[in-house]
């Protein structure tokens, strides 16, 4: 006997739900909702009409997906996006001031009211004048800052300040232009006063600035290290969970999965630009110059950016007019290079657009080139490109990034003796970006080849981390890989469970309490029988003097936070690739 749809008893929030069927059985489309349930839980709800064999209608079929994970994941990528913006607006030990055009002050942390003295209902609304000694006032210091800082792009100083109760400090400070809508420019300080007073010789001062070089990289590193403990637990998380076969059949669910597998990737390339551009402004970046085959690399990139150019609808094509470029280059930091300047290209070139990439030689020189048809860059604005957090008006209204990757770009072709150019006709004209590096005598880098994929089929796998909800989710990735994996909580528990039983791999966080992984790897070198388990580090500290030392503790390779499946079975491929050289 035949019973209403509202007789269903249910723990979902869906009110529609008689209305939705109703909506099937007079459209004969099918209905998709997200919906939520009492216990907290998300479902995807899809509703079809049911054809019988005789192609009549004879009813709805309901679906349910459980999409859960995804919404949390959703919801972490959210919350990791408004820590930022907290970041920057509770930072205690730097001002940062926000002025627009007229030199009015608009925003202020609360560095600056620890720095300075005023609140913020105090200062907003006030002249960015205020803040400056009565003889730097008299003089025009305040003007020709924001002068230099509109014509220039930025403006830095070090000077003295004066504070709300009279008194004066010494601040290093930049202030840079904010292009797009806003417009106005923003200010970061530090109190230098302390470094001031000590820098009584050469020396001292050298070693001042040495520290400080020395604490910005550290804190550098502590707070990629936090902020990539959460991009970490989404990308595992969003991986796992398109990774499941009933998942795999629903493309809207699969689609959200890969949107936010690309956010974290762009989130984790904004922290990794500017710990390089940071370490290549403070010597702290170390460059392997040696001879370099630019034709056999621009060629590789070019194929493998021919795919990304084609799923947005352009054009990419590759000239190459010798047959033997050699540049005296970092290979590494090169390839991230033309890397950042074809990927902008992409980025900033709509449908059906064309991008021309060329490698010529020129003068003693190798010259790169990218060319497109995209929005182009206006007059006013080219000046300023390489400038740092400099974006162009459609740039800021697009939300494409902090506009730090092609300040990276002048910086690293700076550092290996070379120069970059941009230039284009205006908006709406397209732009070329071009890269001189310096030519090399001498035989180029062997290139070693290895495996690019890894087979984790029946690997056994120790899984050590203290953060207990980001190692279930990546263990049941690495068993859907075909993997028996086990996992532990802690160093000691790693220890207790390695000596009965015998594993053909170990893949471990670095920072756990106790026994953090470094003790954990030595502990277990000390064993004659643990040469052939492999050892791979996990850190979401990415320095080159963080895989230094996690290699030389005695792990076989160091990876950094966030990390693919597809990124550990590419290292456990190049581990056994060297095991067999």
């Avoid at 290979?331 to 010529?360: D, H, M, S, Y």
Wanted: charged share 25%; net charge negative.
């Amino acid at each position: 006997m035949s019973r209403s749809l509202l007789d269903i008893t249910h723990k979902l929030d869906y009110e529609s739900l008689a209305n939705d069927v109703a909506e099937v059985f007079r459209t004969l489309n099918k209905v998709e909702q997200h919906v939520s349930s009492s216990d907290g839980r998300h479902y995807l709800a899809r509703i079809r009409p049911y054809r019988t064999v005789d192609d009549r209608i004879d009813g709805a079929v309901l679906t349910f997906v459980d999409v859960t994970e995804l919404r949390r994941a959703q919801e972490n990528l959210r919350l990791g996006e408004e820590r930022l913006r907290i970041a920057a607006e509770t930072t205690k030990d730097y001002a940062i001031i926000t002025v627009d055009d007229e030199g009015t002050i608009t925003t202020w942390n609360v560095g600056a009211q620890r720095m300075f003295g005023y609140n913020e209902k105090e200062v907003v609304g006030r002249g960015y004048a205020l803040l400056f000694t009565p003889e730097d006032r008299a003089g025009g210091a305040p003007e020709q800052e924001l002068r230099t800082a509109r014509e220039e792009g930025r403006s830095m100083d070090e000077r003295w300040h004066l504070r709300k109760d009279g008194s004066i400090f010494y601040c290093s400070g930049v202030v840079n232009r904010m292009e797009g809508r806003t417009g106005g420019f923003a200010k970061i300080a530090r109190d230098m006063t302390e470094s001031k007073a000590l820098q009584a010789s050469q020396g001292e001062q050298l070693i001042m600035e040495q520290r400080a070089n020395e604490m910005k990289d550290q804190f550098l590193a502590v707070m990629s290290h936090e902020l990539k403990h959460p991009l970490n637990l989404i990308q595992v998380n969003a991986e796992l969970l398109v990774s499941q076969p009933e998942v795999k059949a629903l493309p809207e669910v699969v689609r959200a999965g890969e949107i936010i597998r690309l956010a974290v990737a762009s989130q984790t390339k904004i922290i990794d630009d500017l710990l390089d551009l940071s370490r290549a402004q403070t010597g702290k970046l170390t460059l392997r110059l040696a001879p370099v085959e630019l034709s056999e690399l621009t060629s590789s990139i070019a194929a493998a950016a021919k795919d990304a150019a084609l799923h947005k609808g352009l054009s990419l094509t590759y000239e190459c007019d010798a047959a033997d470029v050699l540049a005296l280059c970092d290979r590494v930091r090169t390839e991230q290079i033309f890397w950042n300047l074809i990927n902008n290209a992409i980025k900033f070139t709509p449908e059906g657009g064309r991008i021309v990439i060329k490698l010529t030689l020129d003068d003693g020189f190798a010259k790169f080139m990218v060319t497109d048809t995209g929005q182009g860059i206006t007059p006013e604005f080219l000046p300023q490109i390489f400038g740092m957090f400099v974006q162009a008006p459609h740039q800021v209204a697009s939300n494409s990034g902090l506009g730090v990757g092609l300040t990276l770009v002048r910086d690293l072709t700076v550092a290996q003796g070379g120069r970059v150019l941009a230039d284009s006709a205006g908006s709406g004209r397209g732009a070329t970006f071009t890269v001189w590096l310096p030519l090399a005598k001498g035989k180029p880098q062997d290139k070693k080849v290895l495996a690019t994929t890894g087979n984790l089929k029946d690997l056994k796998i120790l899984a050590v981390d203290d953060m207990i909800d980001l190692l279930e989710p990546f263990a049941a990735l690495l068993r859907l890989e075909g993997a028996h994996v086990d996992i532990a909580s802690s160093g000691q528990q790693a220890l207790e469970m390695l000596e009965g039983t015998k594993y053909d791999l170990l893949i471990s966080d670095i920072g756990m309490p106790g026994m953090d992984g470094y003790d954990l790897i030595r502990q277990v070198r000390k064993h004659a029988d643990s040469s052939r388990l492999k050892a791979i580090a996990l850190s979401g500290y990415g320095r080159q003097v963080d895989t230094a030392r996690a290699l030389k503790s005695g792990f076989n390779a160091h990876l950094a936070k966030p990390a693919t499946v597809a990124h550990i079975c590419q290292t456990i491929a190049q581990l056994v690739t060297q095991e067999i050289g």
